[in-house]
T-cell receptor, first 113, second 111 residues
Framework: NAGVMQNPRHLVRRRGQEARLRCSPM?????VYWYRQLPEEGLKFMVY????????ESGMPKERFSAEFPKEGPSILRIQQVVRGDSAAYFC???????????FGDGTRLSIL | QKEVEQDPGPLSVPEGAIVSLNCTYS??????FMWYRQYSRKGPELLMY????GNKEDGRFTAQVDKSSKYISLFIRDSQPSDSATYLC???????????FGRGTSLIVHP
């Protein structure tokens, strides 16, 4: 999984706080995807971004969740007013184009107290 | 019915065995088929990627796709303890490349 960098690796928040998860794609990759993985469940797609644009956010909860991929800097997944149900592993993936296989980072494990 | 079905296992085999991992999918519009390996506390790692029906081989790994049956398989020859991981199948439609994942099969290869 070298190349796609996610930080922090572990994040602990109390209910009601904000969580910010960062993802730097592989060099040369301009397409970024965010997934959520819950225990006993598969990876669930959340949002697909290309530099400065949201291409597909069909998997994002309508409230409290947002994502961006600015012209400069990493992609950010932001969760406002976190609740216990937000506890999960969040993975970022990148690809050079929108039609090639994705490469994943090692995830951010979010725990809500 | 889930779009991709995969037995979660665990599947336990002795070292050196041939392993067969399988998935079924429900939508004939899926055209791309992938297998990912995920070690504990790590992200998924792309193992195999194929577009067509038939077999694709890479070292000890063979991916097999049967579009008529909507059935995909991953075979691992001469399995090693280092192959112990969760294996995720994934499928996607042509055009926008957002795969749908199975829940993964846990494989344990014991010495």
């Amino acid at each position: 999984n070298a190349g796609v960098m996610q930080n922090p690796r572990h994040l602990v928040r109390r209910r009601g706080q904000e969580a910010r998860l960062r993802c730097s794609p592989m060099k040369g990759h301009s397409h970024v995807y965010w997934y959520r993985q819950l225990p006993e469940e598969g990876l669930k797609f959340m949002v697909y971004l290309q530099k400065e644009n949201i291409i597909d956010e069909s998997g994002m909860p309508k409230e409290r969740f947002s994502a961006e991929f600015p012209k400069e800097g990493p992609s950010i997944l932001r969760i406002q007013q976190v609740v216990r149900g937000d506890s999960a592993a969040y993975f970022c993936a990148s690809s050079p184009t929108g039609t090639q296989p994705q490469h994943f980072g090692d995830g951010t494990r979010l725990s809500i107290l | 019915q889930k779009e991709v079905e995969q037995d979660p296992g665990p599947l336990s085999v002795p070292e050196g065995a041939i392993v067969s991992l399988n998935c079924t999918y429900s939508n004939s519009a899926f055209q791309y088929f992938m297998w990912y390996r995920q070690y504990s506390r790590k992200g998924p790692e792309l193992l195999m990627y194929t577009y067509s029906s038939g077999n694709k081989e890479d070292g000890r790994f063979t991916a097999q796709v049967d579009k008529s049956s909507k059935y995909i398989s991953l075979f691992i020859r001469d399995s090693q303890p280092s192959d112990s991981a969760t294996y995720l199948c994934a499928v996607s439609k042509g055009g926008s490349y957002i795969p749908t994942f199975g829940r993964g099969t846990s494989l344990i290869v014991h010495p």
